[in-house]
């Protein structure tokens, strides 16, 4: 029986690997610039804002008077809002990096790996 090898578009072995390191170099790099950056989600059409980072840390909670007075006497309203807002943001953070990785590693084509090589 005749083994199979994928055509790698002309690539020998040492190219791959070259280019795998230099996608996990650019990987890593994404990663930390990911890790730095803020996103913010809001609720309450804007009554109520969080920022977390791309660690999904949260660094600010942003509540207007508007909002204490939208729910005053109703606690869980407020509190719902604030938990929309954090899962916003944490929405949006996850939605970058997916879409950011994406990029870096699409064109390539590895067997049980849609994109590489």
Same mark, same amino acid.
């Given at each position: 029986m005749k083994v199979r090898i994928p055509n790698n578009n002309g690539m020998n072995q040492q190219q791959m690997l070259k280019k795998v390191q230099e996608m996990q170099e650019?990987?890593?790099?994404?990663?930390a610039d990911l890790d730095e950056r803020e996103y913010t989600g809001t609720a309450g059409g804007g009554m109520v804002s969080v920022t977390v980072n791309g660690k999904?840390?949260?660094l600010s909670v942003k509540i207007k008077p508007e909002a204490l007075e939208e729910c005053e006497g109703d606690p869980e309203m407020l509190e719902d809002f604030i938990t929309l807002a954090v899962n916003d943001a #944490? /929405?949006?953070?996850?939605?970058?990096?997916?879409?950011?990785?994406?990029? #870096? /590693?699409?064109g390539l084509n590895i067997p049980g790996m849609p994109g590489l090589f």
């Open positions: 650019n990987m890593a790099a994404l990663q999904h840390e949260v #944490i /929405t949006t953070a996850v939605k970058t990096s997916e879409t950011e990785m994406g990029e #870096i /590693t699409s």
